[in-house]
């Protein structure tokens, strides 16, 4: 399934189950706040003016804020971004597992943000819909019931719709327009002939669900050629890194998402190779090898980590889901030694959406929940804190934040809980994907 045809929207997916508790040398930096398969990007095609800022770039370092949306019952992680002449602020929802950066538009009609029409063509001198017969229309799928083109009309926009694995979609003008960064210099810096989804009709189960709460749209991250780092990535490197912040701490602490040069070059960083999903190329796969528990090695088949030829299967790094899904016959193996291993009474109230959660009223310490820890290609180890993967689901409540992937054609993702407290630095010339805990709250 072409990335930029239809994505899935797999960081969107079961998290409803969180709502309830609400609980190069230049880049940009952007608060965060909580044989190539690819044809040429949309900054070869509609973004040659921005060579011309390079310079620039290099001298001035743009910040994009990234919170948690908590505070608004969600389990994302919102981007503050600017769009227009003159800018108007929008709260995007930071997705490495989709490529359309889209936003609601004042012509709404359907499911749209809570704010309404929260961004106003009419009001930008700069905005500017892709016509049906520019070279950049070629990059969005179209609506299935209308032809691309109406011959008949001499202005004739393109119209895109945008469809995720659970069902929603998105429809509306595939748009160019001006997009704004703070800077670390207290100027503005302006990017040209940005390109993304001004959306009109927005429905599915998660638009419409308290997963958007907070959001005024996506800010697609993925490997497809018209993601935001890709049509960044001819001035900055296809390269980009983010820090999520502990969703419980408030006030929400604010980390950045950079494109660009190494956000955490001064910490080590441990790597992993990136696999290529020719089938899914909008996905940041990773290779697990094994898993262990307490550094003991679990008996787990490594087929149950591979891609197969059909391109089900694999592991992939999602911002956009909040719960990690492991595939079933891992995940039973976990579940079954982590019910063993654990000396805390269970809940005596199941939590809907959790196989394992505990009564921790007594004040049991975090040092006696067992350590789970991931061997990636490349021999690196992801060894997330505890608290990452049991979760504060009720007062004195922590459940196991890991569900199964159920479907031969499902595959497992590391959700935005588990990556917490860690930069990731995504780096697509060199595929492969880096992460450490140090420096991940520094600005």
């Known amino acids: 399934m072409a990335a930029f045809f239809s994505s899935p929207l797999s960081l969107f997916t079961l998290l409803f189950l969180l709502s309830p508790f609400a609980a190069a040398s230049h880049h940009l930096k952007l608060p965060l706040l909580h044989r190539s398969p690819y044809p040429p990007t949309p900054s070869d095609a509609l973004s040659a003016d921005n060579?011309?800022?390079s310079l620039l770039f290099n001298h001035l370092r743009p910040r994009l804020p990234v919170t948690s949306a908590a505070s608004f019952g969600s389990g994302q992680y919102l981007v503050s971004l600017h769009l227009g002449t003159p800018p108007q602020r929008l709260l995007l929802i930071a997705d490495t597992g989709s490529d359309l950066t889209w936003v609601s538009c004042s012509a709404c009609r359907r499911h749209c943000s809570p704010r309404s029409s929260p961004f106003h063509p009419r009001r930008s001198a700069t905005f500017s819909p892709h016509h049906c017969y520019d070279p950049a229309c070629n990059l969005v799928p179209h609506p299935k019931k209308s032809p691309r083109c109406n011959r008949t009309r001499l202005h004739s926009t393109c119209r895109y719709q945008y469809s995720y694995a659970d069902g929603s979609v998105t429809t509306g003008f595939f748009s160019s327009e001006t997009t704004s960064f703070n800077t670390t210099a207290a100027k503005l810096l302006k990017f040209q002939h940005f390109s993304f989804g001004c959306g009109f009709w927005n429905?599915?189960?998660?638009?419409?669900?308290?997963?958007?709460?907070?959001?005024?749209?996506?800010?697609?991250?993925?490997?497809?050629?018209?993601?935001?780092?890709?049509?960044?990535?001819?001035?900055?490197?296809?390269?980009?890194?983010?820090?999520?912040?502990?969703?419980?701490?408030s006030p929400p602490p604010t980390s950045y998402l950079l494109i660009g040069g190494a956000a955490a070059a001064k910490s080590k960083l441990s790597y992993t190779p990136l696999l290529i999903n020719p089938l899914s190329p909008t996905f940041y796969y990773i290779r697990i090898e094994s898993v262990s528990i307490n550094d003991a090695k679990?008996?787990?088949?490594?087929?149950?980590?591979a891609i197969d030829e059909y391109g089900n299967g694999g592991t992939v790094v999602d911002s956009g889901?909040?719960?990690?899904?492991?595939?079933?016959?891992?995940?039973?193996?976990?579940?079954?030694?982590?019910?063993?291993l654990v000396k805390l009474p269970e809940s005596a109230k199941p939590v809907p959406g959790f196989d394992l959660c505990l009564n921790v009223s007594s004040g049991a310490s975090r040092a006696s929940l067992p350590q789970l820890s991931f061997k990636l290609g490349g021999g690196a180890v992801f060894s997330p804190p505890r608290r990452n993967y049991f979760i504060d689901a009720a007062e004195g409540v922590k459940c196991l934040a890991l569900q199964p992937v159920t479907t031969d054609a499902g595959f497992a993702v590391i959700g935005n809980l588990m990556q917490q407290g860690y930069t990731f630095e995504f780096d697509k010339d060199r595929s492969r994907l880096g992460f450490t805990r140090r420096g991940c709250s520094a600005p």
């Open 203 to 249: 429905s599915g189960p998660s638009i419409s669900g308290p997963s958007f709460n907070g959001g005024d749209g996506v800010l697609g991250l993925g490997r497809g050629p018209i993601s935001f780092p890709s049509q960044l990535g001819r001035d900055f490197g296809h390269k980009f890194s983010y820090c999520l912040m502990d969703y419980t701490l």
């Open 51 to 53: 060579r011309r800022l």
């Open 298 to 305: 679990l008996r787990i088949s490594p087929s149950v980590w």
């Open 321 to 340: 889901t909040t719960i990690t899904f492991l595939p079933e016959p891992a995940y039973r193996v976990i579940l079954a030694i982590f019910e063993r």
